[in-house]
């Protein structure tokens, strides 16, 4: 059995809810899924994927799926009691302490000195 018979349910899913450039290839018996989607379609992708394959031991699929909705233009941020950049730039895939910082030059000049209220930028 082809990896693309074992995962049908799943290719057909990302199929009917038109995952934008997917890309269905096997290579060196691993069957890889490309493609740009929502958060929500990725979620669901992955869900089926957790029922074909509970425990995912068989290491047999790559989905590189991109969640379009997570690349947005910036987004705010309002600084809580106790957060620093690090520790905000943890809740945002991708994002640095650094990257966050940079974004909001005009109003942190010590990158270590934040306080509670302050709106931040967090870059997409």
Do not use: C, F
């Not at 269905?24 to 979620?43: A, F, H, P, W």
Request: aromatic content about 6%; cysteine-free.
């Amino acid at each position: 059995m082809s990896l693309q018979d074992k995962y049908k349910d799943l290719i057909s899913q990302a199929q009917s809810a038109n995952v934008a450039n997917l890309q269905v290839r096997e290579q060196d018996n691993v069957l890889y899924i490309d493609g740009s989607t929502t958060s929500q379609v990725k979620d669901q992708l992955w869900d089926t994927y957790e029922k074909l394959d509970p425990e995912m031991r068989a290491a047999d699929v790559v989905m590189n799926i991109t969640a379009t909705d997570a690349l947005q233009e910036e987004r705010d941020y309002v600084v809580k009691a106790g957060d620093n950049l690090s520790k905000i730039a943890k809740n945002y895939p991708g994002i640095s302490w650094k990257d966050i910082y940079e974004a909001n030059k005009d109003q942190i000049k010590d990158p270590n000195l934040i306080h509670p209220g302050q709106k931040l930028k967090i870059p997409g």
